[in-house]
């Protein structure tokens, strides 16, 4: 393979040249690649979409895991759905008394990436404080009783195994496992080029919390501007946090982080106009 081609969208490709191919195999589930190229480090694909690559993997787990984190201010049990390439739980264990659960529908995804991606995970999937489970993450929501202080939902696009992740019934068992002042957040696709994605979940997940948005951030080979994050929460107070709140447990954290700071974090909850345009005409709750 010289080159990878996307297949996201029908007009438009972006191409991927493969300096080295480490992996490449139709596992029970997804078509996985994993390949080496010069400019963006080691890239992940699933079903011929890019999934993460080295260079600016920590935009997207960043704002997935510590705003919702540092919005709550008390989290002690997190639920990662998805997020077979460790960076999510990497990211989450930082926070050195919470203990995650893990449901990854792809045992082949958490192997190949632990050998071919090592620098997504770093050894996290051997924390004693995390618990990984191989299981559709909609079964996993709907059949589990324990409860989570944030749930992280980490998947593919809406085909595929990843459509379920974005059904009103998923959100729904979401909300259920969810302990008081919980949040939901959800990686949502790019408005520019996937607005229905962004207006189904609006009018899906209103109708399971009283608190439901979008917050952004651009990931450069996300194609097509900002990627939008779903957030649902029934505390609506959390989303206010003030400046000063975050700024004192980002510091008291100690955390060295590279996107994510308390003033990006209030500001990525301000949406473009042609968003909430969108959101506007959309039935909510
Ligand atoms: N950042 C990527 C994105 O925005 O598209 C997501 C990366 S992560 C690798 C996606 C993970 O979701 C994959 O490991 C895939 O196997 C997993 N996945 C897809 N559908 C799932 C499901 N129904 N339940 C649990 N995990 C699922």
Redesign the pocket.
């Known amino acids: 393979m010289k080159y990878f081609k996307e297949t996201l969208y029908d007009s438009v490709c972006q191409e991927y040249r493969v300096d080295k191919l480490y992996f490449e195999h139709k596992t029970e ?2 078509h996985l690649v994993i390949f080496h190229n010069a400019m963006l480090g080691r890239v ?1 694909t ?1 079903d011929g ?1 890019v ?2 690559t080295e260079v600016d993997e920590f935009i ?1 787990h960043e704002m997935l895991t510590h705003l919702p984190i540092f919005a709550h201010g008390d989290v002690k049990k997190v639920l990662i ?5 460790g960076a999510m739980l990497r990211e989450v264990l930082k926070h050195s008394d919470v203990e995650v659960t893990q ?4 045992q082949a ?2 192997d190949m990436s632990k050998e071919f991606l090592p620098n997504h995970s770093q050894g996290a999937f051997d924390n004693p404080r995390a618990t990984i489970i191989i ?4 079964e996993f929501v709907r059949d589990c009783e324990d409860t989570f202080d944030v749930i992280i939902s ?4 809406p085909i ?3 459509e ?2 974005f059904s009103e019934e998923y959100y729904s068992h979401c909300r259920n496992r969810l302990n008081k002042g919980g949040i939901l957040v959800t ?1 949502n696709g790019v408005p520019f080029f996937q607005i229905t994605e962004v207006t189904n979940t609006y009018q899906r997940l209103g109708l399971c919390f009283k608190d439901a948005t979008f917050y952004s951030a651009s990931v450069p080979t ?1 194609f097509g501007g900002i ?1 939008t994050f779903a957030w649902g929460t029934n505390d609506s107070n959390v989303r206010r946090t003030s400046l000063e709140t975050l700024r004192t447990r980002y510091k008291e954290s100690g955390l060295n982080t590279r996107y994510y700071n308390p003033e990006i974090h209030q500001a990525a909850f301000v949406l473009p106009q042609y968003v909430l345009d969108a959101l506007s005409k959309t039935e909510h709750g």
Do not use: C, N, S
């Not at 449901?103 to 792809?106: G, P, S």
């Open positions: 589930h997804q992940m699933l979409i999934q993460t997207y759905i998805g997020g077979g390439d449901v990854e529908i792809d995804v958490i299981r559709d993450g909609l980490d998947g593919t696009d595929g195994p990843g379920a992740l990686q996300y990627m």
